[in-house]
T-cell receptor, first 111, second 113 residues
């Protein structure tokens, strides 16, 4: 049974810092991995999707890496801004299966 | 245009009532899901529906019943609501074509009093 763990559970950083969020999964037989952002009381916004054959994906100040063999992914956020404050969720799927989510990392960027 | 929409956004009701949450997607996707996010913010799958097949998560009480009138809609009906059903319910859809990316609705916050 696939399990996804995210560390840390919460993170507070001053504005401008670079930061890394970690995600690990127990079953390396995944099809893809997604990083989502969830603002308080809001839905989920997909940030990046990495196929199992890929090593990383970049979008603006965000860079997600995937090491499938070790069951790990990282989300790197460069030059953090207060607007980046949200909960970041990592999720994996084995193709047609539903996503299995981690519990998220709650990020606060302090101005 | 909203890709995946849910109604209502908020739902407050009393124990024992029956309620429905509606979900519609205009992406032409053939697979839809219902997820539940509990008070600890943990998101877990409840159902997945792919045109021909409904896959029920066995941990979901049978008071919950998904209904799909057509490929673009997957509604969630809940009978005899309990306090523990209070949560945020998210609908999502996905295309069978690559890259198998799921698109989520805005969520429905259900509060049972």
């Amino acid at each position: 049974k696939q399990e996804v763990t995210q560390i840390p559970a919460a993170l507070s950083v001053p504005e401008g810092e670079n930061l890394v969020l970690n995600c690990s999964f127990t079953d390396s037989a995944i099809y893809n991995l997604q990083w989502f952002r969830q603002d308080p009381g809001k839905g989920l916004t997909s940030l990046l999707l990495i196929q199992s054959s890929q090593r990383e994906q970049t979008s603006g100040r965000l860079n997600a890496s995937l090491d499938k063999s070790s069951g790990r992914s990282t989300l790197y956020i460069a030059a953090s801004q207060p607007g980046d404050s949200a909960t970041y969720l990592c999720a994996v799927t084995s193709g047609n299966t539903p996503l299995v989510f981690g519990k998220g990392t709650r990020l606060s960027v302090i101005a | 245009d909203t890709a995946v929409s849910q109604t209502p956004k908020y739902l407050v009701t009393q124990m024992g009532n029956d309620k429905s949450i509606k979900c519609e997607q205009n992406l032409g996707h053939d697979t839809m899901y219902w997820y539940k996010q509990d008070s600890k913010k943990f998101l877990k799958i409840m159902f997945s529906y792919n045109n021909k097949e409904l896959i029920i998560n066995e941990t979901v009480p049978n008071r919950f019943s998904p209904k799909s009138p057509d490929k673009a809609h997957l509604n969630l009906h809940i009978n005899s609501l309990e306090l523990g059903d209070s949560a945020v319910y998210f609908c999502a859809s996905m295309s069978q074509l690559k890259p198998h990316e799921q698109y989520f609705g805005p969520g429905t916050r259900l509060t049972v009093t």
